[in-house]
């Protein structure tokens, strides 16, 4: 039995995806024709890009337009800050923000509430806000500025490059999203003026031996926002769930990135599309960094279920809730989790 944002899920129960099927593989979508004028093209994208996202909630995406440079510098700049002095890292630690940027060690995190930490250690940045923004002054507690490590302006050059690359392709991904979903293709554009967007650097030292299920690189769980995009070094590691509660691989394919639906877009979808749970292992026997985009609305966007996916055999599951309250509302309840977990352990 999982907890996600939306509800409990069993392995099994239908209940949240009521089209999911136990794949045994991951679906691989061509994003060529979003970029370019062939109708034609962009209604097939569309109809795969639908089945894929209900079905299975995770696939590949292949021609993305991100430039492979812009990856090998992110994954470069990851290698680097996580081989310096563990003092620098502590010094931009995620506590001395009031915006989840910064550092977290090993241990330090626990997706799977049931578990016993996670074995990575991660660095996180978002949309780069400054204190004097209007929003900032106003509360709005997941906009602020990024901590970053002295003297490291190669490092931020080639994370910033990264982030940016991202935040455009999720924009011409939500293009897709909407034709998919039978909405004007510039649906969305003008509740991601502004996104929570955050990206992440992980890395994953090897696990050996005999492997407790409660203690791996990162526990089961569901992503928070609308989907997330990922980036995988060359080291098979993470598992997708499917529908008969089997573990399926998603091993990194060169020029390929993963995307899997999170829990706000199983939500606007009023559950059409799945937000699959998953996990990873690294068994490989050497170091693995991955680079995880997490891309959800504006703050203040409200997340209704969309009328395209509302009818009478299907009404609506969700009250409307604004994009930062359920991201908040997903932090506040891990946080509570941590808390009455370490409790009982006491
Ligand atoms: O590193 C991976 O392969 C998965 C990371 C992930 O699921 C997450 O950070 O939410
Ligand atoms: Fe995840």
Request: hydrophobic share 40%.
């Amino acid at each position: 039995m999982l907890q996600t944002g939306n509800g409990t899920r069993t392995f099994k129960s239908a209940g949240l995806e009521p089209n999911r099927v136990p794949f045994d593989s991951l679906p691989v979508i061509d994003l060529a024709p979003i970029f370019g004028t062939d109708e034609e093209a962009r209604q097939r994208l569309a109809a795969e890009l639908r089945r894929a996202c209900t079905e299975v909630g995770f696939f590949y995406i292949r021609n993305h337009a991100v430039p492979q440079a812009v990856i090998d510098g992110a994954f470069g700049a990851a290698q680097d800050f996580f081989a310096r002095p563990d003092a620098d890292k502590q010094a931009i630690h995620v506590s001395k923000s009031r915006n989840n940027r910064g550092y977290a060690a090993l241990l330090e995190e626990n997706t799977d509430p049931t578990a016993r930490g996670d074995l990575h250690e991660s660095f996180d940045i978002a949309l780069e806000v400054p204190e004097t923004d209007p929003d900032v002054l106003a509360g709005k507690n997941l906009y602020g500025p990024n901590l970053w490590p002295e003297g490291a302006p190669a490092f931020r050059g080639d994370v910033e490059a990264y982030y940016d690359a991202m935040i455009t392709l999720s924009r011409n991904l939500l293009h897709a999203f909407a034709l998919a979903l039978d909405l004007p293709e510039d649906h969305f554009d003008t509740l991601v003026s502004k996104p929570l967007a955050t990206l992440r650097l992980l890395h994953y030292p090897p696990q050996f031996g005999e492997i407790d299920d409660r203690q791996i690189g990162i526990g089961a769980h569901s992503d928070y926002e609308c989907f997330t995009i990922l980036a995988q070094d060359d080291i098979h590691a993470l598992q997708a769930l499917n529908a008969n509660g089997e573990w399926i691989s998603a091993p990194p394919l060169p020029g390929h990135f993963v995307v899997n639906i999170g829990d706000q877009m199983a939500r606007w979808t009023n559950g059409l599309f799945a937000s699959t749970v998953h996990r990873a292992i690294n068994r490989s026997g050497k170091e693995r960094y991955s680079i995880p985009f997490f891309f959800g609305p504006n703050y203040d966007a409200e997340i209704t279920p969309l009328e395209s996916c509302v009818d009478a055999d299907h009404p609506a599951q969700f009250e409307p809730i604004t994009s930062g309250a359920y991201i908040n509302s997903r932090f506040e309840a891990t946080f509570a989790g941590y808390a009455a977990q370490n409790k009982a352990e006491d």
